[in-house]
């Protein structure tokens, strides 16, 4: 037969109708397909079927192996259906064609193919790590780059003359790979969501059947399967219902059938690892969900102002909705600096009201720098600061109300200007009217840096005096006598709308716990009383040489059948010694190739060599036994 040629014969006798049985799976481009294959025999003679399948670059061969109600004395033949058959006669061959039913071959679809292939691949540690480092160095990006700024701000900050950043980075640069805006970017929201892919198809694929496996009870029926495990040991005279009693004590969850007995803890421990994947997903889906649904905006507010939410805000994209928030209208109160002794600046206070489009107050706070103000969807931080106005009192001025009122004269910033460094706001003020050629009216300039004080100039440039606000000490300049009332102060805030903040929230204190609850141990314990003997072993994931020595701590509390007293893992009985012929060798198994079984007084060892060919063996007589993790997902 060629090699791309596979065949399968499926011997069943005893049987005259027709039934179909589920045959042996087999591997095509690494998935499992299944053939559904009818078998028929007349009255006790045995019939032979063959199939032949072409399969491109694949050569397997399946077999049927069914359950026979009754078989026959005889022995099958082994026969090979090459297509060239020369057995018996005409005749015969084509009565036996005759009663070939037709082979039906269920394949999973390409889709389906293309989907596990698709998973394993996602499922791969390396490429999680790559993407990991990936997200760690684009935010590493979007910290260092200020991000949603104007354009003119990314002009200023980095040039593109000879003054560029680090020798090549310009505002073209940034503007081209986003990083204005990276967080938001196509390229990070979809790296995002393939480390979604990768940690889905992880927790899928690894940690749930994982979770499966630990929790299955599972019963040790002969002595070699304890054997098998990271710790063993056999204690003569000893009860199994003892050693259960002393398990539950340490926190164990202790099951028993007959003579052998199953125990474990931790479990916990196994689940850990998938709340810490689901609780990331939830951290990626809360940034992804902010991002594209989403809106900002920031806005500076005089003091007395007020303004509608709706017009401050601007969308991440497309897809956001405007929560009830932004329908309301918040008004800004006051805003003041407190200062320390020294005159630095101690924190910006801004206390803000909240009204519907009614009038109504809904909410009134006083906010600080990372005291945000929150109503319906919206939040709005202290970020910035500035002066509005100055309130004075300016006899000889034309600006002057008459009645000697006081009244508030705009001032303009000259942060970025040539010769001024850091912020800085000033006015002029006139101290005639204009004259009819239209050149410039004498008058006086106000500077100010800070609410504490404002320095005064007359209209050469000239240096005249300096005054703190409601000091009421007034300054002669060009004719008029001023009286520096107040600073009229600006709130800056910084508006948002985040739908994914519950989810980065609640991920974050889900990632914290189950972390800690990851680095639990699931240790498990096996025991089987046979002929007088107490056969026990036990393994753990984590903290190996603690288990050993709990395990070896439960032992020895043991009690003595014989005598009722506890007997010591190391062949003492309280102060007297135990006879060499019944103490208890204790076995640890510390090379996973190298197991001694010995039995206490057989004078021999049983097959110190035994190693089991397949971990996954049956310990209770069913399908399930200590299988490992990979063997029980390839099953």
Same mark, same amino acid.
């Given at each position: 037969?060629?090699?791309?040629?596979?065949?399968?014969?499926?011997?069943?006798?005893?049987?005259?109708?027709?039934?179909?049985?589920?045959?042996?799976?087999?591997?095509?481009?690494?998935?499992?397909?299944?053939?559904?294959?009818?078998?028929?025999?007349?009255?006790?003679?045995?019939?032979?079927?063959?199939?032949?399948?072409?399969?491109?670059?694949?050569?397997?061969?399946?077999?049927?192996?069914?359950?026979?109600?009754?078989?026959?004395?005889?022995?099958?033949?082994?026969?090979?259906?090459?297509?060239?058959?020369?057995?018996?006669?005409?005749?015969?061959?084509?009565?036996?064609?005759?009663?070939?039913?037709?082979?039906?071959?269920?394949?999973?679809?390409?889709?389906?193919?293309?989907?596990?292939?698709?998973?394993?691949?996602?499922?791969?540690?390396?490429?999680?790590?790559?993407?990991?480092?990936?997200?760690?160095?684009?935010?590493?990006?979007?910290?260092?780059?200020?991000?949603?700024?104007?354009?003119?701000?990314?002009?200023?900050?980095?040039?593109?003359?000879?003054?560029?950043?680090?020798?090549?980075?310009?505002?073209?640069?940034?503007?081209?790979?986003?990083?204005?805006?990276?967080?938001?970017?196509?390229?990070?929201?979809?790296?995002?969501?393939?480390?979604?892919?990768?940690?889905?198809?992880?927790?899928?694929?690894?940690?749930?059947?994982?979770?499966?496996?630990?929790?299955?009870?599972?019963?040790?029926?002969?002595?070699?399967?304890?054997?098998?495990?990271?710790?063993?040991?056999?204690?003569?005279?000893?009860?199994?219902?003892?050693?259960?009693?002393?398990?539950?004590?340490?926190?164990?969850?202790?099951?028993?059938?007959?003579?052998?007995?199953?125990?474990?803890?931790?479990?916990?421990?196994?689940?850990?690892?998938?709340?810490?994947?689901?609780?990331?997903?939830?951290?990626?889906?809360?940034?992804?969900?902010?991002?594209?649904?989403?809106?900002?905006?920031?806005?500076?507010?005089?003091?007395?102002?007020?303004?509608?939410?709706?017009?401050?805000?601007?969308?991440?994209?497309?897809? +956001? !909705?405007? $929560?009830? *928030? =932004?329908?309301?209208?918040?008004?800004?109160?006051?805003?003041? %600096?407190? /200062?320390?002794?020294? #005159?630095?600046?101690?924190?910006?206070?801004?206390?803000?009201?909240?009204?519907?489009?009614?009038?109504?107050?809904?909410?009134?706070?006083?906010?600080?720098?990372?005291?945000?103000?929150?109503?319906?969807?919206?939040?709005?931080?202290?970020?910035?600061?500035?002066?509005?106005?100055?309130?004075?009192?300016?006899?000889?001025?034309?600006?002057?109300?008459?009645?000697?009122?006081?009244?508030?004269?705009?001032?303009?910033?000259?942060?970025?200007?040539?010769?001024?460094?850091?912020?800085?706001?000033?006015?002029?003020?006139?101290?005639?009217?204009?004259?009819?050629? +239209? !050149?410039? $009216?004498? *008058? =006086?300039?106000?500077?100010?840096?800070?609410?504490?004080?404002? %320095?005064? /100039?007359?209209?050469? #440039?000239?240096?005249?005096?300096?005054?703190?606000?409601?000091?009421?000490?007034?300054?002669?300049?060009?004719?008029?006598?001023?009286?520096?009332?107040?600073?009229?102060?600006?709130?800056?805030?910084?508006?948002?709308?985040?739908?994914?903040?519950?989810?980065?929230?609640?991920?974050?204190?889900?990632?914290?716990?189950?972390?800690?609850?990851?680095?639990?141990?699931?240790?498990?314990?096996?025991?089987?009383?046979?002929?007088?003997?107490?056969?026990?072993?036990?393994?753990?994931?984590?903290?190996?040489?603690?288990?050993?020595?709990?395990?070896?701590?439960?032992?020895?509390?043991? $009690?003595?059948?014989?005598?009722?007293?506890?007997?010591?893992?190391?062949?003492?009985?309280?102060?007297?010694?135990?006879?060499?012929?019944?103490?208890?060798?204790?076995?640890?198994?510390?090379?996973?190739?190298?197991?001694?079984?010995?039995?206490?007084?057989?004078?021999?060892?049983?097959?110190?060599?035994?190693?089991?060919?397949?971990?996954?063996?049956?310990?209770?007589?069913?399908?399930?036994?200590?299988?490992?993790?990979?063997?029980?997902?390839?099953?």
């Amino acid at each position: 037969m060629s090699g791309k040629l596979w065949q399968q014969h499926c011997v069943r006798s005893g049987l005259a109708e027709l039934k179909a049985r589920r045959c042996f799976s087999y591997r095509v481009l690494g998935l499992t397909r299944y053939v559904t294959k009818p078998c028929t025999s007349v009255g006790k003679q045995t019939a032979i079927f063959g199939l032949q399948h072409r399969q491109r670059g694949v050569s397997r061969q399946c077999g049927c192996q069914a359950k026979l109600g009754q078989r026959s004395s005889g022995t099958a033949p082994n026969l090979r259906d090459t297509g060239k058959q020369q057995a018996g006669s005409s005749n015969s061959q084509q009565n036996q064609q005759q009663q070939q039913p037709r082979v039906k071959l269920l394949s999973p679809s390409l889709a389906k193919i293309l989907y596990k292939r698709t998973l394993k691949s996602l499922a791969s540690l390396p490429l999680a790590i790559g993407e990991l480092f990936l997200l760690a160095g684009l935010s590493a990006i979007g910290t260092i780059i200020e991000q949603n700024k104007s354009v003119q701000f990314y002009q200023d900050a980095y040039p593109s003359g000879a003054n560029k950043v680090l020798g090549f980075l310009t505002y073209h640069w940034i503007f081209a790979l986003q990083w204005d805006h990276i967080y938001t970017a196509p390229y990070f929201l979809g790296l995002m969501a393939l480390l979604g892919g990768s940690l889905a198809a992880c927790t899928s694929t690894r940690q749930l059947p994982m979770v499966r496996v630990a929790r299955r009870w599972r019963f040790a029926q002969t002595p070699e399967r304890i054997y098998n495990q990271g710790s063993a040991e056999v204690l003569p005279d000893a009860d199994v219902k003892d050693l259960g009693r002393l398990l539950s004590q340490k926190g164990y969850q202790v099951f028993r059938q007959g003579p052998s007995l199953y125990a474990f803890k931790g479990l916990a421990g196994r689940l850990g690892p998938i709340g810490v994947h689901a609780s990331m997903l939830a951290i990626m889906a809360g940034v992804a969900i902010g991002g594209l649904g989403g809106f900002k905006g920031s806005v500076m507010v005089p003091q007395g102002g007020d303004f509608l939410v709706a017009q401050a805000l601007a969308p991440n994209s497309p897809a +956001g !909705s405007l $929560p009830a *928030g =932004a329908k309301q209208v918040l008004h800004v109160n006051s805003f003041n %600096v407190d /200062y320390r002794p020294d #005159g630095s600046v101690q924190q910006f206070k801004s206390d803000l009201s909240v009204f519907d489009l009614d009038g109504r107050e809904k909410q009134k706070k006083t906010i600080s720098v990372n005291q945000p103000i929150r109503f319906d969807g919206v939040t709005a931080y202290q970020t910035d600061w500035s002066i509005a106005a100055v309130t004075l009192h300016a006899q000889g001025s034309p600006l002057q109300p008459e009645g000697d009122q006081p009244f508030n004269l705009p001032m303009a910033s000259l942060e970025g200007q040539p010769g001024v460094s850091g912020q800085a706001w000033a006015t002029y003020i006139p101290a005639e009217r204009a004259p009819a050629d +239209g !050149s410039k $009216p004498r *008058g =006086a300039s106000i500077f100010a840096r800070d609410f504490q004080t404002v %320095v005064i /100039y007359d209209a050469q #440039g000239k240096f005249v005096g300096v005054r703190r606000p409601g000091s009421g000490l007034p300054i002669q300049v060009e004719g008029m006598s001023l009286v520096i009332d107040d600073l009229v102060g600006s709130t800056g805030l910084e508006l948002k709308v985040d739908p994914g903040v519950p989810y980065v929230y609640a991920g974050f204190a889900g990632l914290m716990i189950t972390t800690l609850v990851s680095y639990l141990s699931h240790s498990q314990i096996w025991a089987l009383q046979e002929e007088g003997l107490l056969h026990i072993g036990g393994r753990t994931n984590r903290a190996t040489l603690a288990f050993a020595g709990e395990l070896s701590n439960v032992l020895d509390q043991v $009690p003595d059948q014989g005598s009722g007293k506890q007997i010591s893992s190391r062949g003492q009985q309280g102060s007297n010694s135990v006879p060499a012929a019944t103490a208890a060798p204790l076995y640890v198994a510390a090379d996973s190739n190298l197991r001694q079984q010995a039995k206490p007084g057989a004078g021999a060892n049983r097959n110190p060599d035994y190693v089991p060919n397949d971990t996954a063996g049956n310990m209770n007589g069913s399908s399930i036994g200590f299988a490992s993790v990979d063997d029980e997902i390839q099953n």
